[in-house]
């Protein structure tokens, strides 16, 4: 028997369109773990692909990714955002969500113009909003909920990549680890995107139920807000963008060039 392909996906609702039915593909095990520790899970070999963090792809050599599918948003994305106390002009501290590698880089290239802020770490499943800064970063459902449960003021980290750079972000390709010979595996995670993205109105139906939401909101979330397919130059273009601003901040290696996976 062949060692099946162990992928990983985070556990949000923004990768079902992604991952939907991946688990019952043949030769595919699938797994859910926050994005933090996906990548944990490629450095040390135990995943061969993750749908991860695209900061990764600048932090180690020899990565690939598939190309022309991910998550990524071309303006508001709702399940990453800066919660603010203070009018964003006036932000100095900012708590940073643990489970995000990429949210965390994208406020960090944001706000270096001006005074930039510093930025407090908070340790292993902690909740960044119980730290007394000016703002506090949050990802994935939690987000979400807290956008437009609760109805908290907020700054939103897509948006504002949009507005300077003119170029979509790309939140969580999947991530091939070093030497991980995918070719044979491909069409499955483009039978799951299929799957994700036509199911993609029942599943924001099924977040509203559960998160006690309007449909319409989840709705807008994971059909007009999210992007799931981008063309493989215009994809390059925003991964390479993101590799070079957060470079200049050394916050990756910006002279590494991941190799490009097409379906």
């Known amino acids: 028997m062949k060692t099946p392909l162990r992928v990983g996906t985070v556990p949000y609702l923004v990768g079902r369109p992604?991952?939907?039915?991946?688990e019952d593909e043949e030769?595919?095990?699938?797994?859910?773990?926050?994005p933090a520790r996906l990548v944990e899970g490629l450095r040390s070999g135990e995943i061969d692909v993750a749908l991860v963090s695209s900061i990764e792809l600048f932090r180690r050599p020899e990565y690939?990714?598939?190309?022309?599918?991910?998550?990524?948003?071309?303006?508001v994305v709702s399940s990453v955002q800066?919660?603010?106390?203070?009018?964003?002009?006036?932000?100095?501290?900012?708590?940073?969500?643990?489970?995000s590698r990429t949210a965390r880089t994208l406020a960090r290239i944001l706000l270096a113009d001006g005074p930039a802020p510093s930025f407090e770490e908070v340790g292993g499943d902690g909740d960044p909003r119980e730290l007394p800064c000016d703002a506090w970063l949050r990802i994935g459902d939690p987000a979400l909920r807290e956008c437009h449960g609760e109805g908290l003021a907020h700054w939103n980290p897509s948006e504002q990549w949009t507005l300077q750079t003119g170029l979509p972000f790309v939140f969580a390709p999947w991530i091939v680890g070093p030497g991980v010979d995918l070719d044979s595996h491909l069409p499955a995670f483009e039978r799951a995107a299929q799957r994700g993205l036509a199911a993609a109105l029942d599943l924001a139906r099924q977040a509203a139920q559960e998160w006690d939401l309007p449909e319409g909101i989840c709705e807008q979330y994971l059909t007009r807000e999210c992007l799931y397919r981008l063309p493989g130059d215009e994809m390059k273009k925003a991964l390479?963008?993101?590799?070079?601003?957060?470079?200049?901040?050394?916050?990756c290696d910006a002279s590494l060039e991941p190799r490009a996976i097409t379906l």
């Open 64 to 75: 690939g990714y598939i190309a022309g599918i991910g998550v990524a948003g071309r303006g």
């Open 18 to 22: 992604m991952d939907l039915g991946l």
């Open 27 to 34: 030769g595919i095990e699938l797994q859910y773990a926050v």
């Open 82 to 99: 800066l919660f603010l106390r203070k009018a964003i002009e006036d932000v100095r501290t900012v708590a940073l969500d643990p489970s």
């Open 240 to 251: 390479w963008t993101f590799r070079d601003r957060a470079g200049a901040l050394d916050l």
